[in-house]
């Protein structure tokens, strides 16, 4: 049995089991996209934390493919249903989960493995944990089964020549940067702050450094003005200045990695103000 | 220029600057509902910087006093963690005036108090008074705030149900408004309209393709709306004595329901544009005969596991009272769409269980070549929407069961709203608050819907002038009286199976 087959076993035997567990009343199954999550051994407890709080947000297929390319060719799968309990709602629902392990060459070729199991006219999100590996057999063929590819240059070395690779997908796919994301409530402050910022000239940062390249990058492009960038180290954003002028902190907690992922999932089409701030880093 | 920084930031309803003026604020809805909904829209930063709160009751209290109240009840009713952050900045903008709505001392201190927030607080003189009023309080407040208007910044108001009691009374209320506001300043607020799977209904009729095109006389066999509750009148007894099922839940609710569910489509998604549309429903209601209306009265019996007195034994209700706890009606929309088409609809109280839903049923199919071997009779398309609870949409549809042979059996694919979108489905009240600030009254019902209901409601109520009413006649628990699914049978039909 193909492992596409084995898993659409584990799949239905699991549902049926469910319906009669349940007096012949399924809960039921939600999905409201296929979620991809590219996510090597070492990323793999993070991409999983985050996905427990996500998946009350987006019930959705999730696929989670680990590579593990220095090993001997094989693939291994795995299905499961998640419960939800909704609150003040009588019945539960459920969504599925896949995790397949790509063994050896397995490891460079996933779009034969994905492109079956995507929930027919359902966007797909893959969520790429890690720098990704650009021209890359494998990157170029999830590249090629999604709609939207959500990366996180956070989790990045190398910035911000990384950014001039990420930049060569745009016209293929749609992409979001969570570190983009968690700046959402700074650019709101700065938004906010306009027409005083309008004719910034420097823009301070006390943050990561991923956060602030694209935060200076945003403003030069929506501005479209020359800002000079200077950082100060801290694991989030805990202070923006223009022009020397420290602007108030955003009001209340930031989102956490399943708030900041949700929210990508509900960007359905290109973001063009993400991309212009990538293309003005540098 | 505009505001390059702005692109592709989420669009933010941000208010203007205002303070919101709750009269009636030491009553229950306050606690329960009003002051959770503002923490609620402050925990999302939804409403405007500038922005203070005034409670008006006639209770003694202080600003303390009242705060405290009001902070537990946000955090027992309230949908998100009582931050303190949070909280501290609402309640630095809380302020409590303890008057008797008919004094001039008490209505300058109103005044002065909001004069001093404008100046503390930024608010700008836009004024949003909320009246959580009982109605014999209604024409004194009015005219107060009408008198004491000032010409700085707008104002608002918004008027809790229930609007009158008949046409009459309904017709005057719209009177002293008008008096001193503009019909566009007036926000007849029915909370049901401020739910989101009410609103969805907009959205599964108008933007999506497959549903307008039979949604007719020519494929819906019928339309069957119904609003059960399983609890009783909860002390209730002094409102309920006067209002009965008619007033409380088929004037305002039901008739809403039905007229969303009847309208054409609007040309767009604006406030006079969605009511001119539900109004012309309303209008064309056929009034219907005493043998299309049912009503009841429960009696003892058993609810949830719990036992349940009768109506007329519930403290406050006459041993010999004639309000109705149930009503039912066998409705037509008098128009090119729906001619012919019955809207069966029903309200209750002591139900067997908590339920609003709208079930649209389509005609069988025409000729359904396998009539014979239908494993449970080969039903009707079914599209069922679940306001309450369950918020979502199901599809009953026909499909084989597997095996050799041709059985049929019913099967519902289901949409479960809070399950396609966790967000948390915001409450009806933060809505349709943020609405009135924003001065967007698209939720709310206009001066002629209100008259249009009352109109029907007060032809109906005329015919039961003529009889009594054989009271109790349901018992608690179930699902209403018998003369109530002789009105569907006596049409080949038969309420919805739960």
Same mark, same amino acid.
Not at chain 2, 127 to 153: D, K
Not at chain 2, 265 to 282: G, H, M
Not at chain 2, 388 to 404: R, T, Y
């Given at each position: 049995?193909?492992?596409? +087959?084995?898993?659409?076993?584990?799949?239905?035997?699991?549902?049926? #089991?469910?319906?009669?567990?349940?007096?012949?009343?399924?809960?039921?199954?939600?999905?409201?996209?296929?979620?991809?999550? =590219? %996510?090597?051994?070492?990323?793999?407890?993070? %991409?999983?934390?985050?996905?427990? /709080?996500?998946?009350?947000?987006?019930?959705?297929?999730?696929?989670?493919?680990?590579?593990?390319?220095?090993?001997? %060719?094989?693939?291994?799968?795995?299905?499961?249903?998640?419960?939800?309990?909704?609150?003040?709602?009588?019945?539960?629902?459920?969504?599925?989960?896949? $995790?397949?392990?790509?063994?050896?060459?397995? +490891?460079?070729?996933?779009?034969?493995?994905?492109?079956?199991?995507?929930?027919?006219?359902?966007?797909?999100?893959? /969520? =790429?944990?890690?720098?990704?590996?650009?021209?890359?057999?494998?990157?170029?063929?999830?590249?090629?089964?999604?709609?939207?590819?959500?990366?996180?240059?956070?989790?990045?070395?190398?910035?911000?020549?990384?950014?001039?690779?990420?930049? +060569?997908?745009?016209?293929?796919?749609?992409?979001?940067?969570?570190?983009?994301?968690?700046?959402?409530?700074?650019?709101?402050?700065? +938004? $906010?702050?306009?027409?005083?910022?309008?004719?910034?000239?420097?823009?301070?940062?006390?943050?990561?450094?991923?956060?602030?390249?694209?935060?200076?990058?945003?403003?030069?492009?929506?501005? #479209?003005? #020359?800002?000079?960038?200077?950082?100060?180290?801290?694991?989030?954003?805990?202070?923006?200045?223009?022009?020397?002028?420290?602007?108030?902190?955003?009001?209340?907690?930031?989102?956490?990695?399943?708030?900041?992922?949700?929210?990508?999932?509900?960007?359905?089409? #290109?973001?063009?103000?993400?991309?212009?701030?990538?293309?003005?880093?540098? | 220029?505009?505001?390059?920084?702005?692109?592709?930031?989420?669009?933010?309803?941000?208010?203007?600057?205002?303070?919101?003026?709750?009269?009636?604020?030491?009553?229950?809805?306050?606690?329960?509902?009003?002051?959770?909904?503002?923490?609620?829209?402050?925990?999302?930063?939804?409403? !405007?910087?500038?922005?203070?709160?005034?409670?008006?009751?006639?209770?003694? @209290? &202080?600003?303390?006093?009242?705060?405290?109240?009001?902070?537990?009840?946000?955090?027992?009713?309230?949908?998100?963690?009582?931050?303190?952050?949070?909280?501290?900045?609402?309640?630095?903008?809380?302020?409590?005036?303890?008057?008797?709505?008919?004094?001039? !001392?008490?209505?300058?201190?109103?005044?002065?108090?909001?004069?001093?927030?404008?100046?503390?607080?930024?608010?700008?003189?836009?004024?949003?008074?909320?009246?959580?009023?009982?109605?014999?309080?209604?024409?004194?407040?009015?005219?107060?705030?009408?008198?004491?208007?000032?010409?700085?910044?707008?104002?608002?108001?918004?008027?809790?149900?229930?609007?009158?009691?008949?046409?009459?009374?309904?017709?005057?209320?719209?009177?002293?408004?008008?008096?001193?506001?503009?019909?566009?300043?007036?926000? @007849?607020?029915?909370?049901?309209?401020?739910?989101?799977?009410?609103?969805?209904?907009?959205?599964?009729?108008?933007?999506?393709?497959?549903?307008?095109?039979?949604?007719?006389?020519?494929?819906?066999?019928?339309?069957?709306?119904?609003?059960?509750?399983?609890?009783?009148?909860?002390?209730?007894?002094?409102?309920?004595?006067?209002?009965?099922?008619?007033?409380?839940?088929?004037?305002?609710?039901?008739?809403?329901?039905?007229?969303?569910?009847?309208?054409?489509?609007?040309?767009?998604?604006?406030?006079?544009?969605?009511?001119?549309?539900?109004?012309?429903?309303?209008?064309?209601?056929?009034?219907?005969?005493?043998?299309?209306?049912? @009503?009841?009265?429960?009696?003892?019996?058993?609810?949830?596991?719990?036992?349940?007195?009768?109506?007329?034994?519930?403290?406050?209700?006459? *041993?010999? *009272?004639? &309000?109705?706890?149930?009503?039912?009606?066998?409705?037509?929309?008098?128009?090119?769409?729906?001619?012919?088409?019955?809207?069966?609809?029903?309200?209750?109280?002591?139900?067997?269980?908590?339920?609003?839903?709208?079930?649209?049923?389509?005609?069988?199919?025409?000729?359904?070549?396998?009539?014979?071997?239908?494993?449970?009779?080969? @039903?009707?398309?079914?599209?069922?929407?679940?306001?309450?609870?369950?918020?979502?949409?199901?599809?009953?549809?026909?499909?084989?069961?597997?095996?050799?042979?041709?059985?049929?059996?019913?099967?519902?694919?289901?949409?479960?709203?809070?399950?396609?979108?966790?967000?948390?489905?915001?409450?009806?009240?933060?809505?349709?608050?943020?609405?009135?600030?924003?001065?967007?009254?698209?939720?709310?019902?206009?001066?002629?819907?209100?008259?249009?209901?009352?109109?029907?409601?007060?032809?109906?109520?005329?015919?039961?002038?003529?009889?009594?009413?054989?009271?109790?006649?349901?018992?608690?628990?179930?699902?209403?009286?018998?003369?109530?699914?002789?009105?569907?049978?006596?049409?080949?039909? *038969?309420?919805?199976?739960?």
């Amino acid at each position: 049995m193909g492992v596409i +087959a084995e898993i659409e076993r584990q799949l239905g035997a699991l549902r049926r #089991r469910e319906t009669a567990e349940r007096d012949g009343h399924a809960d039921l199954r939600m999905s409201t996209a296929t979620h991809v999550v =590219w %996510a090597p051994p070492r990323w793999l407890p993070q %991409a999983q934390a985050t996905f427990a /709080r996500l998946e009350e947000r987006h019930p959705a297929r999730t696929i989670f493919l680990i590579p593990e390319p220095g090993r001997r %060719a094989r693939i291994e799968a795995e299905a499961a249903l998640k419960d939800v309990t909704l609150e003040g709602a009588e019945r539960e629902i459920y969504s599925e989960v896949v $995790e397949i392990r790509l063994f050896g060459a397995a +490891a460079r070729h996933p779009a034969s493995i994905v492109l079956p199991l995507l929930i027919p006219d359902l966007p797909a999100f893959c /969520r =790429w944990r890690g720098r990704p590996p650009w021209g890359a057999s494998e990157l170029d063929e999830v590249v090629g089964v999604v709609d939207r590819l959500v990366v996180d240059s956070g989790e990045w070395a190398g910035l911000p020549g990384q950014y001039g690779r990420l930049e +060569a997908l745009f016209d293929r796919v749609a992409v979001s940067d969570i570190a983009f994301r968690r700046l959402l409530p700074w650019r709101v402050r700065l +938004a $906010e702050a306009w027409p005083a910022v309008g004719k910034a000239r420097r823009v301070r940062v006390t943050g990561p450094r991923a956060d602030a390249l694209l935060l200076a990058g945003w403003l030069r492009a929506r501005l #479209r003005r #020359r800002i000079a960038l200077t950082r100060r180290a801290a694991d989030t954003v805990e202070a923006v200045a223009v022009d020397g002028r420290e602007l108030e902190p955003p009001f209340g907690d930031p989102p956490g990695p399943g708030d900041l992922l949700s929210a990508e999932l509900d960007v359905l089409g #290109r973001d063009r103000v993400y991309e212009a701030a990538v293309q003005s880093v540098r | 220029m505009s505001n390059p920084l702005a692109e592709g930031l989420p669009v933010r309803r941000r208010p203007d600057p205002c303070a919101i003026v709750i009269f009636g604020a030491s009553g229950d809805l306050t606690r329960r509902k009003l002051f959770p909904a503002l923490y609620a829209l402050a925990y999302r930063r939804l409403l !405007p910087e500038q922005f203070a709160i005034v409670g008006v009751a006639r209770t003694e @209290r &202080t600003t303390k006093e009242f705060l405290a109240d009001m902070r537990a009840g946000v955090r027992e009713h309230g949908r998100d963690p009582l931050k303190s952050e949070v909280w501290n900045w609402l309640a630095d903008g809380v302020r409590y005036v303890a008057t008797e709505f008919d004094s001039d !001392p008490g209505e300058d201190a109103l005044a002065r108090t909001l004069l001093e927030l404008d100046e503390e607080r930024g608010t700008q003189g836009n004024r949003l008074y909320y009246l959580a009023i009982p109605p014999q309080a209604f024409e004194t407040v009015v005219g107060e705030l009408g008198e004491r208007r000032t010409g700085s910044g707008w104002t608002r108001v918004i008027v809790e149900k229930p609007f009158g009691t008949d046409l009459a009374s309904a017709t005057e209320l719209n009177t002293l408004l008008h008096r001193w506001f503009d019909e566009h300043e007036v926000f @007849r607020i029915d909370h049901y309209l401020g739910k989101e799977t009410v609103q969805n209904m907009l959205a599964l009729r108008f933007a999506n393709g497959i549903f307008e095109p039979i949604w007719n006389r020519q494929f819906i066999d019928h339309v069957q709306i119904t609003v059960a509750e399983s609890m009783g009148i909860e002390g209730r007894a002094g409102f309920y004595e006067r209002s009965g099922a008619i007033r409380d839940i088929f004037q305002n609710h039901l008739l809403q329901l039905l007229a969303l569910t009847a309208m054409e489509p609007p040309i767009d998604f604006t406030a006079d544009s969605v009511r001119n549309e539900k109004v012309k429903v309303l209008r064309a209601l056929h009034t219907p005969g005493p043998k299309s209306v049912v @009503r009841g009265q429960y009696g003892p019996g058993w609810v949830e596991g719990e036992e349940a007195p009768g109506y007329r034994e519930e403290p406050g209700v006459a *041993s010999s *009272s004639e &309000t109705e706890t149930y009503f039912a009606a066998k409705l037509f929309v008098d128009n090119w769409r729906w001619a012919d088409t019955p809207f069966y609809v029903r309200a209750g109280k002591r139900l067997a269980r908590r339920e609003t839903s709208i079930a649209i049923q389509f005609q069988r199919a025409p000729h359904p070549p396998f009539a014979d071997v239908a494993g449970d009779g080969l @039903r009707p398309n079914v599209l069922l929407i679940h306001v309450q609870p369950d918020e979502g949409v199901s599809l009953a549809v026909g499909a084989k069961v597997p095996g050799a042979g041709m059985t049929i059996r019913t099967v519902h694919m289901d949409f479960l709203y809070g399950g396609a979108f966790r967000t948390g489905l915001p409450e009806a009240y933060e809505r349709l608050i943020l609405d009135s600030m924003l001065g967007d009254a698209t939720l709310f019902t206009r001066e002629d819907e209100v008259e249009e209901q009352w109109k029907l409601v007060d032809a109906i109520i005329g015919a039961w002038q003529r009889d009594r009413p054989s009271f109790p006649n349901y018992q608690a628990g179930g699902w209403g009286p018998a003369a109530a699914d002789e009105l569907v049978h006596r049409d080949g039909r *038969s309420w919805r199976r739960h």
